[in-house]
Nanobody, 121 residues
């Protein structure tokens, strides 16, 4: 069993910052890519940022230069530092882990339950 638990969401004013965390629990040997996606009301889920086990990152065009993804491989935690937030960043943010190897089996993809980020004055 593998679980991803996000934290750090909340209400922030435009121009503000938030830091999201996502911790993977279970008897995990390794995780390949980890990432953050978001889904705003009435819109499809989109990639926000991704990071490989080796630390190579990629970002959605709308967040480049404002958001930074990082991870702690020893603790199986991925972070998303969000700066200069706009109203349009309001969404539920989901953590994702790909190719999770545990003592029992390999999970191709695991999702967290999501954390709400609201940017509003």
């Amino acid at each position: 069993q593998v679980q991803l638990v996000e934290s750090g969401g909340g209400l922030v004013q435009p121009g503000g910052s938030l830091r999201l965390s996502c911790a993977a629990s279970g008897r995990i040997f390794s995780i390949d890519d980890m990432g953050w996606y978001r889904q705003a009301p009435g819109k499809e889920r989109e990639l926000v940022a991704g990071i490989t086990k080796g630390g190579i990152t990629n970002y959605g065009d709308s967040v480049k230069g404002r958001f930074t993804i990082s991870r702690d491989n020893a603790k199986n935690i991925v972070y998303l530092q969000m700066n200069s937030l706009y109203d349009e960043d309001t969404a539920v943010y989901y953590c994702n882990a790909k190719n999770v190897l545990t003592h029992l089996r390999r999970f191709l993809g695991v999702w967290g339950q999501g954390t709400l980020v609201t940017v509003s004055s």
